[in-house]
């Protein structure tokens, strides 16, 4: 408890004041440090959205023409000249942009389907309707009509999940082109107020020359993205509508699935329904029944010989709006985070179907119903509430393989300081309703929350932010006990201080995180801080945690060069550092790594870096899966990645990827190119392939006897593997609201194992005394896993959010044939020999509005 109450301590710099920056003169200053900018009356008569400025509309609009370049050259003067003008009646925002462009053959237009970024010129609204300088909404089209949008959340963070409901029209002309917007309030939040005042950002991307213009300037070197739009005041009388969305759909689906030794021809035929009702102006209700996603693209193929379970983004749309208010993050890596809230929890595979195995085992349980709260108080609170509940899934013999169970998530979080300043709080509660089939294995109750905060000051350039949570288990003895047994947690280790305990019905533990951040201003940016985790923290009932019993530090320091040179666009070097411990004080890692990555002036991307984990001994405590810390010998690896100029109709790629250690020992390459290519403006492919060589000198291969005891043997094998596959994508997009997409990966891989040997001394320094020869009437057994996985999606947009999609999935698998052998041509034929498991959707939603 003493580092909690470190923590507390630490945070009292939320209370330091920020410096704001000096105010412009000849007129009121926005919070962002800019002149507001007032708007006229609001319009008699609606634009007619045709591309074109002759509506009366226009004529009395404020006309914006100070736009400035931000990339690649800061506060640079634009190449081209831009306009945009702002209009607004009770229901919609309406925007007017001209871009002029002296050869407007020379603009680029390329076609895709709805959210694509293509390498297009570009045209984007933001508006921070809340005007809280944390969060917003973008609005993006293309001059071929291509729409793409986002909400902004946590000042810099983008959600491209969210769609919205609006139109715009595009034209090229002799002057360049135009894009004209009508935005409806209601797909915005905002306070109910007799005049508003919204932040707005207008920017503009010129493809051919890479470069970008913004009105006002957006500063790279400043952090965040809300807090640097201009305010706009005179949103005068502005309706405050309850609305409500309705999306009802239906669904239809034809598949082939394993029977035994055959297969057997399944029809389903199924509704649901999404909602959307506005309480207010900016409180707003999604609701959901009985969704299917079939639509979605499947997960990566990965062969998992870790013990941690992989980490899979979400990507249903329910789920995906909106995430970044339920975002609390316990453990972030290469820019992919989880922590307390993890979606795709929440109509997962059934947990007990390898424990009741059957082939009527169905592969996701299914959602009943979900509904959730989100919106922005007054006061500069955010709220955001989820509860869902999805069936009780059931196996041969009416075994349960996963129980009916309830999730909530509650989050809540209080601005202050304009944004600069804030805290928050989280509780997730999971309840599943157990029986005699699954009470042994599952947890009957889990309960977690936290509270974090973040201060930023010296004008936004520094922070200090962290955050301390809480978790309790419940369930049988049995149930218990394997969590205890886990490998998020390994209380059943012998060399630990760690006191395993079979009779217990709960289990809790804590976690708190510090950090300081310099986060903008100059050069540099840097990030240390300390984490720590105690043995019983558990939140992967409906959160995502790999590790408890951690304690971490780390740090990173980078000096970034925005400003263009006749070599680089822009050039960014980083330093990584960080040493891991078990909460009992056992090092397990002590490395760190530099990096660099460039664009360089010609467009291209260029990026690589050196690690190495420096610390000998370092114990690794979960390699032999429950037995005692294993010592780790030194180890260094490198990677590399280039990329070629997107705006090219061929760009080539590849990624690169080594190391080595145990001496010498263990060691993997691997290498991914890649091309895309765009044929015409309708038509774009991309082909990767991921090729891999690994040699694990000690990997872990089964542990024999009563764990614990002392003639249990923990083994390990050397493990030859040889991994490919080809990931493809194929896209044609007949309009904007038409397309077409594609997505295959066909995946292999293949070990051999060889020198079986046990523990010896575990903690020795050299790797020859660690183990010993180990011998087994079982043998060695290699292993041949194939995979293919496929898309193949039709999405038509035949209105304005209402939606027909055709989707045709097909998978392959094989397990077991030329086990422990690689041969590329041999495997992926016999791969595309095995039968196929084959599905057919039709999916319809219609969009009402009330």
Same mark, same amino acid.
């Given at each position: 408890?003493?580092?909690?109450?470190?923590?507390?301590?630490?945070?009292?710099?939320?209370?330091?004041?920020?410096?704001?920056?000096?105010?412009?003169?000849?007129?009121?200053?926005?919070?962002?440090?800019?002149?507001?900018?007032?708007?006229?009356?609001?319009?008699?008569?609606?634009?007619?959205?045709?591309?074109?400025?002759?509506?009366?509309?226009?004529?009395?609009?404020?006309?914006?023409?100070?736009?400035?370049?931000?990339?690649?050259?800061?506060?640079?003067?634009?190449?081209?000249?831009?306009?945009?003008?702002?209009?607004?009646?009770?229901?919609?925002?309406?925007?007017?942009?001209?871009?002029?462009?002296?050869?407007?053959?020379?603009?680029?237009?390329?076609?895709?389907?709805?959210?694509?970024?293509?390498?297009?010129?570009?045209?984007?609204?933001?508006?921070?309707?809340?005007?809280?300088?944390?969060?917003?909404?973008?609005?993006?089209?293309?001059?071929?009509?291509?729409?793409?949008?986002?909400?902004?959340?946590?000042?810099?963070?983008?959600?491209?999940?969210?769609?919205?409901?609006?139109?715009?029209?595009?034209?090229?002309?002799?002057?360049? $082109?135009?894009?004209?917007?009508?935005?409806?309030?209601?797909?915005?939040?905002?306070?109910?107020?007799?005049?508003?005042?919204?932040?707005?950002?207008?920017?503009?991307?010129?493809?051919?020359?890479?470069?970008?213009?913004?009105?006002?300037?957006?500063?790279?070197? &400043?952090?965040?993205?809300?807090?640097?739009?201009?305010?706009?005041?005179?949103?005068?009388?502005?309706?405050?509508?309850?609305?409500?969305?309705?999306?009802?759909?239906?669904?239809?689906?034809?598949?082939?699935?394993?029977?035994?030794?055959?297969?057997?021809?399944?029809?389903?035929?199924?509704?649901?329904?999404?909602?959307?009702?506005?309480?207010?102006?900016?409180?707003?209700?999604?609701?959901?029944?009985?969704?299917?996603?079939?639509?979605?693209?499947?997960?990566?193929?990965?062969?998992?010989?870790?013990?941690?379970?992989?980490?899979?983004?979400?990507?249903?749309?329910?789920?995906?709006?909106?995430?970044?208010?339920?975002?609390?993050?316990?453990?972030?890596?290469?820019?992919?985070?989880?922590?307390?809230?993890?979606?795709?929890?929440?109509?997962?595979?059934?947990?007990?179907?390898?424990?009741?195995?059957?082939?009527?085992?169905?592969?996701?349980?299914?959602?009943?119903?979900?509904?959730?709260?989100?919106?922005?108080?007054?006061?500069?609170?955010?709220?955001?509430?989820?509860?869902?509940?999805?069936?009780?899934?059931?196996?041969?013999?009416?075994?349960?393989?996963?129980?009916?169970?309830?999730?909530?998530?509650?989050?809540?979080?209080?601005?202050?300081?304009?944004?600069?300043?804030?805290?928050?709080?989280?509780?997730?509660?999971?309840?599943?309703?157990?029986?005699?089939?699954?009470?042994?294995?599952?947890?009957?109750?889990?309960?977690?929350?936290?509270?974090?905060?973040?201060?930023?000051?010296?004008? &936004?350039?520094?922070?200090?932010?962290?955050?301390?949570?809480?978790?309790?288990?419940?369930?049988?003895?049995?149930?218990?006990?394997?969590?205890?047994?886990?490998?998020?947690?390994?209380?059943?280790?012998?060399?630990?201080?760690?006191?395993?305990?079979?009779?217990?019905?709960?289990?809790?533990?804590?976690?708190?995180?510090?950090?300081?951040?310099?986060?903008?201003?100059?050069?540099?940016?840097?990030?240390?801080?300390?984490?720590?985790?105690?043995?019983?923290?558990?939140?992967?009932?409906?959160?995502?945690?790999?590790?408890?019993?951690?304690?971490?530090?780390?740090?990173?320091?980078?000096?970034?060069?925005?400003?263009?040179?006749?070599?680089?666009?822009?050039?960014?070097?980083?330093?990584?550092?960080?040493?891991?411990?078990?909460?009992?004080?056992? &090092?397990?890692?002590?490395?760190?790594?530099?990096?660099?990555?460039?664009?360089?002036?010609?467009?291209?991307?260029?990026?690589?870096?050196?690690?190495?984990?420096?610390?000998?001994?370092?114990?690794?405590?979960?390699?032999?899966?429950?037995?005692?810390?294993?010592?780790?010998?030194?180890?260094?690896?490198? $990677?590399?990645?280039?990329?070629?100029?997107?705006?090219?109709?061929?760009?080539?790629?590849?990624?690169?990827?080594?190391?080595?250690?145990?001496?010498?020992?263990?060691?993997?390459?691997?290498?991914?190119?890649?091309?895309?290519?765009?044929?015409?403006?309708?038509?774009?492919?991309?082909?990767?392939?991921? $090729?891999?060589?690994?040699?694990?000198?000690?990997?872990?291969?089964?542990?024999?006897?009563?764990?614990?005891?002392?003639?249990?043997?923990?083994?390990?094998?050397?493990?030859?593997?040889?991994?490919?596959?080809?990931?493809?994508?194929?896209?044609?997009?007949?309009?904007?609201?038409?397309?077409?997409?594609?997505?295959?990966?066909?995946?292999?891989?293949?070990?051999?194992?060889?020198?079986?040997?046990?523990?010896?001394?575990?903690?020795?320094?050299?790797?020859?005394?660690?183990?010993?020869?180990?011998?087994?009437?079982?043998?060695?057994?290699?292993?041949?896993?194939?995979?293919?996985?496929?898309?193949?999606?039709?999405? $038509?947009?035949?209105?304005?959010?209402?939606?027909?999609?055709?989707?045709?999935?097909?998978?392959?698998?094989?397990?077991?044939?030329?086990?422990?052998?690689?041969?590329?041509?041999?495997?992926?034929?016999?791969?595309?020999?095995?039968?196929?498991?084959?599905?057919?959707?039709?999916?319809?939603?219609?969009?009402?509005?009330?």
């Amino acid at each position: 408890m003493h580092r909690l109450a470190i923590v507390t301590v630490l945070a009292f710099p939320v209370l330091l004041p920020a410096q704001e920056p000096a105010p412009h003169r000849g007129g009121s200053t926005s919070a962002a440090g800019t002149v507001a900018l007032p708007l006229p009356a609001p319009v008699a008569a609606p634009p007619v959205l045709d591309g074109r400025d002759d509506d009366p509309a226009w004529k009395n609009a404020r006309v914006i023409t100070d736009f400035r370049e931000f990339d690649p050259v800061p506060n640079g003067t634009p190449r081209f000249r831009t306009t945009a003008r702002i209009a607004y009646d009770a229901h919609n925002l309406y925007f007017f942009v001209r871009a002029y462009d002296p050869h407007p053959d020379s603009i680029v237009s390329l076609l895709s389907r709805r959210d694509v970024k293509t390498a297009s010129d570009q045209i984007k609204i933001m508006i921070d309707s809340y005007h809280d300088l944390r969060t917003g909404y973008e609005f993006a089209v293309n001059p071929a009509g291509v729409k793409r949008d986002y909400y902004t959340y946590n000042d810099a963070d983008e959600d491209e999940s969210w769609d919205g409901v609006w139109d715009v029209a595009t034209r090229i002309d002799s002057l360049g $082109w135009t894009a004209e917007f009508r935005i409806p309030l209601s797909q915005l939040r905002y306070p109910s107020e007799a005049e508003n005042t919204f932040g707005i950002m207008i920017d503009r991307d010129v493809a051919r020359f890479s470069e970008r213009y913004s009105w006002p300037l957006y500063s790279r070197s &400043r952090t965040g993205i809300a807090s640097q739009f201009e305010a706009v005041d005179g949103f005068r009388g502005l309706a405050s509508p309850h609305r409500l969305e309705v999306s009802p759909y239906t669904v239809t689906k034809t598949q082939n699935a394993a029977i035994g030794a055959g297969y057997e021809q399944r029809t389903t035929a199924t509704g649901g329904a999404d909602l959307k009702y506005g309480l207010t102006s900016n409180l707003t209700v999604d609701a959901t029944v009985n969704p299917d996603f079939g639509q979605v693209e499947a997960d990566p193929s990965v062969l998992n010989l870790s013990a941690f379970e992989t980490f899979f983004p979400e990507k249903r749309p329910f789920f995906l709006e909106g995430q970044g208010l339920f975002r609390f993050d316990v453990n972030c890596n290469d820019g992919v985070c989880s922590g307390l809230f993890y979606s795709r929890r929440i109509g997962r595979a059934p947990q007990l179907s390898g424990t009741y195995p059957g082939d009527e085992n169905p592969a996701q349980t299914t959602i009943l119903s979900a509904a959730k709260l989100t919106g922005r108080l007054a006061g500069g609170a955010s709220i955001g509430v989820l509860d869902a509940v999805t069936s009780r899934e059931q196996g041969p013999g009416h075994a349960t393989i996963e129980p009916r169970t309830n999730y909530f998530v509650g989050r809540l979080q209080q601005d202050f300081r304009d944004g600069a300043s804030g805290i928050g709080v989280m509780l997730t509660s999971v309840r599943r309703g157990v029986d005699q089939f699954s009470a042994p294995y599952l947890r009957r109750d889990a309960l977690a929350g936290g509270l974090d905060f973040r201060n930023q000051f010296l004008g &936004r350039r520094y922070s200090v932010d962290g955050y301390v949570a809480a978790s309790r288990v419940a369930g049988s003895a049995q149930a218990i006990a394997l969590t205890q047994q886990s490998f998020v947690h390994d209380y059943q280790r012998p060399d630990d201080r760690l006191a395993y305990d079979s009779t217990r019905t709960s289990l809790g533990g804590t976690s708190a995180q510090l950090s300081f951040n310099k986060i903008g201003g100059g050069k540099t940016r840097f990030n240390v801080g300390y984490q720590w985790l105690s043995p019983g923290f558990e939140i992967n009932d409906v959160g995502f945690l790999s590790r408890a019993n951690q304690q971490n530090e780390f740090a990173w320091y980078q000096i970034a060069f925005n400003d263009p040179t006749r070599v680089y666009r822009n050039f960014r070097i980083n330093f990584n550092q960080w040493t891991n411990f078990t909460a009992a004080g056992m &090092r397990e890692e002590a490395g760190g790594n530099v990096n660099f990555n460039t664009t360089l002036a010609n467009n291209w991307f260029v990026g690589g870096g050196e690690g190495v984990n420096a610390a000998v001994p370092s114990l690794c405590s979960t390699c032999s899966r429950g037995g005692p810390a294993v010592a780790q010998s030194r180890a260094f690896w490198g $990677w590399a990645n280039v990329m070629g100029d997107s705006r090219r109709a061929i760009v080539p790629g590849l990624s690169a990827f080594w190391n080595t250690g145990d001496e010498g020992r263990s060691s993997s390459v691997s290498a991914g190119p890649s091309v895309s290519m765009r044929v015409a403006s309708r038509f774009s492919a991309e082909v990767g392939v991921n $090729w891999s060589h690994d040699v694990n000198a000690a990997q872990w291969y089964g542990n024999y006897g009563a764990l614990g005891s002392d003639t249990t043997h923990y083994t390990f094998a050397r493990l030859d593997q040889h991994t490919v596959s080809v990931t493809t994508r194929l896209n044609f997009t007949a309009t904007p609201n038409l397309s077409l997409q594609v997505y295959a990966q066909p995946f292999v891989s293949s070990g051999e194992y060889s020198d079986w040997m046990e523990l010896n001394d575990p903690h020795a320094r050299a790797f020859a005394d660690r183990y010993r020869p180990y011998s087994n009437a079982d043998g060695l057994a290699g292993f041949n896993y194939k995979q293919l996985r496929s898309n193949t999606v039709v999405r $038509w947009e035949y209105r304005p959010g209402s939606v027909l999609y055709l989707v045709w999935s097909q998978g392959r698998e094989q397990d077991g044939l030329d086990p422990g052998t690689f041969q590329f041509g041999r495997d992926y034929r016999n791969l595309f020999r095995a039968h196929p498991t084959n599905t057919f959707l039709i999916k319809g939603s219609y969009w009402v509005s009330f």
